[in-house]
């Protein structure tokens, strides 16, 4: 996982209204954890949002720029404001490179499967992020799920998903993440309709057969 460079500058206070000011500029209170002495700092939103929005996931890895130091860094876990979503405050753990950490990242699947090209099933995407142990510069942007080779009621479990040299899987190996749905048959679904559907009117004639010859009585 690459890390991307992002500015941040040291915050002096913990005061509630100093963390409104900041806001009301343009900024987001912070605090670096996880190297020793938690460090209270501040970072441009609008900076922030950008590297957000250009993650593949909520897993970031950062290169921390504070004057001319740099720390190693994963966004822990950021608190929104409930109605506009706005950043209000940003956990970042330091990490170091050769670190494992453990992380969620989403799965993708990639390729065509087979029973979707020939065979007329759906691809059901069942599990869609998945837990990861790794070094932060091993670990992949995603976790990628080849599924070529899939056909129609095949399914491919946590345990089938080949992962990047130095990555472990946490999560449950008999989880399924993708299967192949068979296809609907229109025929029989229709033919079952219509049994359903005459079923019904004979049901309801003599219902009324019924309670016209009580009435001439």
Same mark, same amino acid.
């Given at each position: ?24 500029? =343009?900024?987001?209170? @912070? %605090?670096?954890? !996880? +190297? &020793?002495?938690?460090?209270? /700092?501040?970072?441009?939103? $609008? ?63 990639? =390729?065509?499967?087979? @029973? %979707?090209?020939? !065979? +007329? &099933?759906?691809?059901?995407? /069942?599990?869609?992020?998945? $837990? ?86």
């Amino acid at each position: 996982m690459n890390a991307v460079e992002l500015e941040i500058e040291p915050r002096e206070t913990k005061k509630r209204n100093r963390a409104k000011a900041l806001r009301s500029a =343009g900024r987001v209170p @912070g %605090v670096v954890y !996880g +190297g &020793g002495d938690n460090q209270l /700092v501040e970072v441009d939103n $609008k900076a922030f949002e950008h590297v957000m929005q250009s993650a593949s996931s909520d897993t970031v890895l950062l290169d921390l720029k504070l004057g001319k130091s740099k720390r190693l860094a994963l966004v822990q876990e950021v608190q929104h404001h409930p109605v506009s979503r706005k950043a209000l405050h940003i956990d970042f753990r330091e990490v170091k490179p050769e670190q494992n950490v453990i992380v969620t990242l989403p799965t993708v699947p990639v =390729g065509e499967p087979v @029973g %979707v090209k020939t !065979g +007329g &099933g759906t691809l059901e995407h /069942v599990l869609r992020y998945v $837990k990861v142990k790794g070094t932060p510069v091993a670990l992949p942007e995603t976790i990628e799920v080849g599924v070529a080779e899939l056909d129609v009621g095949q399914t491919l479990h946590v345990s089938d998903v080949q992962t990047p040299e130095g990555i472990e899987l946490l999560g449950n190996p008999g989880n399924p993440v993708v299967s192949i749905s068979k296809p609907r048959v229109a025929g029989k679904e229709s033919a079952a309709d219509d049994e359903t559907s005459e079923e019904a009117t004979s049901e309801n004639s003599e219902a009324a057969e019924g309670s016209g010859g009580a009435a001439s009585e």
